[in-house]
């Protein structure tokens, strides 16, 4: 998909200002159509990004396959991350959004729950979480979560992470809709369609 010049500066400014400071949420919020996380998610969605760490330096790439579904007690998304250097993580989110804009969450992978706003073109969210790193070790990384509603309608994600209270880097997201045949593990000629394939044979 291709982007246009205002959403490239958009994400080119987003990106700027988690480097160098806190994100003005109230600001970039107030720009691009209303946000609605659970109207976005329900279904199949797909992301693609990468962790850079605090000198700009790119050490992982990702890909993810999500699907969401309402039920009676909340929306669940279902999370696969196929990072580039073999790793594949797995995670399910219970999500509640009061109408007020309230956003809480639930995880086995989150310590404490996950708690934040949406509001306007924005959701922005806070949380501990254990993530893997290699095999079978797990880091406790504190998340500070930003995804922003674009006028061409994709929506942007950037995400600060500190361990031990330092900032050790960030992770950029892109995310997009899709029905269910454009997955991550349905890539072909892509370092993550070894890593899916290596999943499912184990």
Not at 152 to 177: A, C, P
Not at 190 to 195: G, P, R, T
Request: hydrophobic content about 40%.
């Amino acid at each position: 998909m291709g982007w246009s010049k205002r959403s490239l500066m958009a994400v080119a400014l987003l990106l700027g200002l988690c480097g160098c400071g806190s994100v003005n949420f109230k600001q970039l919020s107030s720009h691009g159509p209303e946000f609605n996380f659970i109207d976005y998610f329900e279904g199949h969605t797909r992301a693609s990004g990468w962790f850079a760490d605090r000198f700009g330096n790119v050490k992982r790439h990702f890909c993810g396959d999500f699907y969401g579904e309402q039920t009676d007690d909340a929306f669940n998304l279902d999370e696969k991350l196929y990072y580039s250097d073999g790793v594949v993580e797995e995670r399910v989110w219970a999500v509640n959004i009061s109408p007020d804009g309230v956003f809480k969450a639930e995880s086995d992978a989150l310590i404490g729950g996950a708690t934040g706003l949406m509001k306007g073109s924005g959701l922005h969210m806070q949380y501990t979480m254990n993530v893997m790193i290699a095999e079978n070790k797990f880091w406790k990384l504190k998340m500070n979560d930003y995804m922003f509603f674009q006028p061409d309608r994709s929506l942007h994600n950037s995400t600060e992470v500190k361990k031990w209270g330092m900032r050790i880097g960030n992770v950029s997201t892109q995310y997009y809709k899709h029905d269910g045949s454009d997955t991550c593990a349905a890539m072909e000629n892509s370092a993550f369609s070894a890593v899916s394939k290596l999943s499912v044979a184990s």
